[in-house]
């Protein structure tokens, strides 16, 4: 008779056989990037073979032009049993070919010990199909059944900042309704703890911009008389955020700092895993918080790109002008919709009233869903038993996800699961997943689905979801 047992131990068979392993080494090689006009039809490809499991299928075109299609998946069992949506994205980004190592491609998945290298290994194909190869034993252990209801979207623009998912999730509200959202992205607080992240941070993007002439002047005539904009640029950066990385900007930070309910879900809980490609400064962010608090509960200011003049070829000239891309990565703590305001007033304040403002907007906003809530104490028991090992809870993902779509169109709660780690590389060369955590992953997931079908899952009443109703700009 089977059991929750047997279906481990049949995921567990399924990974060790390789049977997983070759899986995932056809969905690496299409390479699927969101970011490349001329991989549309790729990103198409991903769609067309992927689903099987005794799912209805249908494929549709993104209400935005130009974006990539969206997949809807189900398998409906019974009314009245619960209902679980599930998420994945099929696209990457750029695969940058020339720049992984010897031996390695972005396109083909190449295993080197505990790590398996190729484009979206991590970033989200290798996560969203374990747990969809744990589904599968989960089904073959209960001879054809799951015991629950099943829903899947697999979205193809995701690293385009997922346009179109708000309106496609909009516009059928009644098709994808569901008691819980539960999906895997991102990486753990470590490589070798489980983690659940009821939420993820979200990103507001603008660019800074100094502009006081048509043209560059001769550096030997006009350096000294000629104001520089990019020193202007330098000292306006450096009054918005101090040497050590603490904003100066009130508006920017939680209103009332981290909520009671946040602290203490993120207390010992550690952070790290970067690798040899990050480390740690233990000196940088907000003074008084932890590394935990630091980015998952407090905002963060980072400058993602800036140039005066042409660095690769400069001349003897005072720049016209100078620009900056910045991000700020936030939580529902803080309000995005005073964020322009707040930075206009501060640089006025700081003697920066030549400083322009543009391109200013929310990218992807923020999401939590209370830590404490009892979808998310479900799946860290189940995860926990299946692992014999502590789950961390987090209330929310440093990166971004669109959990805001789900929670604002669908009022699930949110349970992101992620499999990957700091040092995964994702979005650069080498980008990779450890086999050990893939292996724990399709453990988890498989006593979490038999779980889910025993019929002891919450009550659809009991939610409690934190928003983020910003709009996007």
């Known amino acids: 008779m089977s059991d929750r047992n047997t279906a481990i131990a049949h995921a567990r068979a399924a990974f060790d056989s390789g049977r997983f392993q070759d899986v995932l080494a056809k969905l690496i090689a299409v390479p699927s990037t969101s970011q490349d006009p001329d991989r549309a039809a790729d ?186 904009p990019a020193v202007i640029l330098a000292h306006a950066l450096a009054s918005i955020c101090d040497r050590h990385g603490r904003i100066l900007v009130p508006g920017w930070l939680p209103k009332a700092g981290i909520p009671a309910a946040t602290k203490s879900v993120l207390e010992g809980c550690p952070v790290g895993g970067g690798g040899q490609s990050a480390a740690i400064d233990p000196d940088w962010g907000e003074p008084g918080l932890t590394d935990a608090e630091k980015i998952f509960a407090w905002t963060s200011f980072i400058v993602l790109a800036m140039t005066s003049g042409t660095p690769a070829h400069p001349v003897n000239a005072v720049a016209p002008d100078a620009r900056a891309h910045c991000q700020l990565r936030y939580t529902v703590d803080a309000d995005p919709a005073t964020f322009e305001a707040d930075l206009r007033r501060h640089l006025d304040a700081a003697g920066f009233p030549e400083v322009r403002i543009e391109r200013a907007g929310i990218r992807m906003p923020a999401s939590r869903t209370d830590p404490a809530h009892p979808w998310v104490r479900f799946a860290a028991d189940s995860i926990a ?85 910003a709009n996007s700009v």
């Open 43 to 228: 990103v198409a490809t991903y769609l067309d073979a992927h689903i099987r499991l005794g799912f209805t299928v249908a494929l549709h075109p993104n209400p935005e032009p130009g974006f990539g299609p969206i997949l809807f998946a189900q398998r409906i069992e019974a009314a009245g049993l619960p209902t679980v949506l599930t998420y994945g994205h099929g696209d990457t980004v750029h695969g940058l070919e020339d720049q992984w190592r010897p031996g390695l491609a972005p396109w083909a998945l190449t295993v080197e010990g505990d790590r398996w290298y190729g484009r979206g290994t991590a970033d989200n194909k290798g996560q969203h199909a374990v747990n969809l190869a744990a589904l599968e034993s989960v089904i073959a252990a209960r001879q054809g059944r799951v015991g629950f209801n099943i829903k899947l979207i697999l979205e193809t623009s995701e690293e385009q900042g997922s346009r179109g998912l708000g309106a496609f999730v909009a516009a059928r509200r009644d098709l994808l309704a569901a008691d819980v959202l539960i999906a895997s992205d991102g990486p753990r607080v470590l490589p070798d703890l489980p983690t659940i992240a009821t939420g993820t941070r979200g990103t507001f993007h603008f660019d800074l911009l100094v502009s006081l002439r048509r043209g560059g002047v001769h550096s030997g005539h006009w350096g000294g008389l000629a104001a520089d």
């Open 385 to 469: 038993r299946s692992l014999d090992r502590r789950v961390q809870i987090i209330p929310n993902a440093a990166g971004g996800l669109p959990g805001d779509v789900f929670v604002d169109h669908l009022d699930v709660p949110l349970v992101w699961v992620p499999h990957s780690y700091n040092g995964c590389q994702q979005h650069g060369p080498d980008e990779h997943i450890l086999a050990s955590s893939l292996r724990e992953a399709i453990t988890a997931f498989a006593g979490l689905w038999w779980d889910l079908g025993e019929g002891n899952t919450p009550s659809p009443t009991s939610m409690n979801v934190e928003r983020d109703r």
